[in-house]
Nanobody, 123 residues
Framework: VQLQASGGGLVQAGGSLRLSCAAS????????MGWFRQAPGKEREFVAG????????DYAHSVKGRFTISRDNAKNTAYLQMNSLKPEDTAVYFC?????????????????WGQGTLVTVSS
């Protein structure tokens, strides 16, 4: 299974970006997906997770109300809509594919990692 993340870039504070994560290879839609991020000099942290059907989501407190995770199983793709971006959201964002049908909420739930896409928010 390969995960290809895209959609990162440079945006001003208050702006929006939409990240995509396309899965290819021997994929099935019956597992959770998620997004993590790693800012310079910091550890990787959980951002958002979604279960296999899209009916259950979870968010880090720092992004709740601003970010929305979704998925399109017909396209084997997960998305992260990021609104009201802040400079502290600057990080490399990694998509992840889970081991289970439940939403991803921590590193140990992850079976596959994408390569990361850089999001830079200027003040």
């Amino acid at each position: 299974v390969q995960l290809q993340a895209s959609g990162g870039g440079l945006v001003q504070a208050g702006g929006s970006l939409r990240l995509s994560c396309a899965a290819s290879g021997r994929t099935s839609s019956n597992v959770g997906m998620g997004w993590f991020r790693q800012a310079p000099g910091k550890e990787r942290e959980f951002v958002a997770g979604i279960n296999w059907s899209g009916s259950n989501t979870d968010y880090a407190h720092s992004v709740k109300g601003r970010f929305t995770i979704s998925r399109d199983n017909a396209k084997n793709t997960a998305y992260l809509q990021m609104n009201s971006l802040k400079p502290e959201d600057t990080a490399v964002y990694f998509c992840a594919r889970g081991k289970y049908s439940l939403r991803i909420v921590k590193d140990t739930d992850v079976n596959y990692w994408g390569q990361g896409t850089l999001v830079t928010v200027s003040s």
